[in-house]
């Protein structure tokens, strides 16, 4: 039984694997057909003592990251692929990317690069895309840095 993906999520984080991230979604969505969310959290971490204007950081790290995505017009206009978004939101990445933007989208699959981190960063932050494939229900495809 083949499976078909209806929805796909792109999770973008600014790394080096987000071009290469945004390319696969792209690619992926047109061959399946499926509607395409691209989705950033803005880390609220470093700025909650600093009484910082989340809704108005989110909306400008969102109009930058449409500018600095040149083949998000090329993928709006594809015929093949129904819908294109943007979303972008403050706060604890893991938890704000959950809950807030994938979940709510309820995607097929969810695609988010690897940022290859040393063994001790890793251990102290962790990785987003372990968290992805531990948590989620659907499938999560984890693009690898060259």
Do not use: W
């Amino acid at each position: 039984m083949s499976m078909q993906y209806k929805r796909i999520f792109a999770a973008l984080d600014g790394a080096k694997t987000q071009e290469m991230v945004a390319e696969r979604a792209i690619e992926l969505a047109a061959s399946e057909h499926a509607d395409l969310l691209f989705g950033h959290v803005v880390d609220s971490v470093p700025y909650e003592a600093a009484g910082t204007d989340f809704a108005a950081l989110a909306m400008d790290m969102k109009e930058k990251l449409e500018d600095s995505l040149d083949m998000l017009e090329a993928a709006r206009n594809n015929p093949d692929i129904p819908s294109v978004g943007v979303v972008v939101k403050a706060g604890r990445i893991t938890e704000t990317l959950n809950e807030e933007l994938i979940q709510p989208f309820d995607p097929d699959l969810v695609i988010c690069g690897e940022r290859g981190l040393s063994n001790i960063k890793y251990v102290f932050v962790g990785s987003v895309s372990t968290y992805l494939i531990r948590n989620l229900r659907c499938d999560v495809l984890v693009v690898k840095q060259d």
